[in-house]
Antibody, heavy 122, light 108 residues
Framework: QVQLQESGPGLVKPSGTLSLTCAVS?????????WNWVRQPPGKGLEWIGK???????NYNPSLKSRLTISVDKSKNQFSLKLSSVTAADTAVYYC???????????????WGQGTLVTVSS | EIVLTQSPGTLSLSPGERATLSCRAS???????LAWYQQKPGQAPRLLIY???SRATGIPDRFSGSESGTDFTLTISRLEPEDFAVYYC?????????FGQGTKLEIK
């Protein structure tokens, strides 16, 4: 059974860079799945951030693309998120999530991390 | 991008009743690539339905999904106490993947 665990600073200063890592266990990061980030501002709905395949191929939400980098570390079986030039609007619970497979038919989120709250504040 | 509009915003029902939650897409969703999730306070979302009508592993059969054109429905046939939560629909037919704003199912 796959498990995902987010980690990273819970507080980031405005204009700084938000950095999170998702450690994967129970599945190989080199499997046929895409690995995703999703966020949820306090009391609000869900927003897809982007995804990465173990080859390094990525797909980003255009609303964040200019500030976003998602990378993968196969040696550590983990993937990471970097979001630059953050503002208070980036305050949210950040989830990492796995989709059901490689093709379009499987891009639903079947496994999630517990989420980590990141607050942007000085 | 595809905008998903969920209704109602809040649904107040009693255990044992039937719940019908709606999700309308602003345009056609490729190949019925629509999922439903349940989220309880302080928890990550849990996948219920994918492909508009296929139940995820371990999901009770009181949960069912259907579609008619750009309208999608999640039905809970007989509400159990643990079903009271927020429900989100999500389309994954085209990027960026998008979610509805959620329907809160509360105990009446």
């Amino acid at each position: 059974q796959v498990q995902l665990q987010e980690s990273g600073p819970g507080l980031v200063k405005p204009s700084g860079t938000l950095s999170l890592t998702c450690a994967v266990s129970g599945d190989s990061i080199s499997s046929v799945n895409w690995w995703n980030w999703v966020r949820q501002p306090p009391g609000k709905g869900l927003e897809w951030i982007g995804k990465i395949f173990h080859s390094g191929s990525t797909n980003y939400n255009p609303s964040l693309k200019s500030r976003l980098t998602i990378s993968v570390d196969k040696s550590k079986n983990q993937f990471s998120l970097k979001l630059s030039s953050v503002t208070a609007a980036d305050t949210a619970v950040y989830y990492c999530a796995r989709v059901g497979g490689y093709s379009s038919a499987y891009q639903y989120f079947d496994s999630w991390g517990q989420g980590t709250l990141v607050t942007v504040s000085s | 991008e595809i905008v998903l509009t969920q209704s109602p915003g809040t649904l107040s029902l009693s255990p044992g009743e039937r719940a019908t939650l709606s999700c309308r897409a602003s345009q056609s969703v490729t190949s019925s690539y629509l999922a439903w999730y349940q989220q309880k306070p302080g928890q990550a979302p849990r996948l219920l339905i994918y492909g508009a009508s296929s139940r995820a592993t371990g999901i009770p059969d009181r949960f069912s999904g259907s579609e008619s054109g750009t309208d999608f429905t999640l039905t809970i046939s007989r509400l159990e106490p643990e079903d009271f939560a927020v429900y989100y629909c999500q389309q994954y037919g085209s990027s960026p993947y998008t979610f509805g704003q959620g329907t809160k199912l509360e105990i009446k």
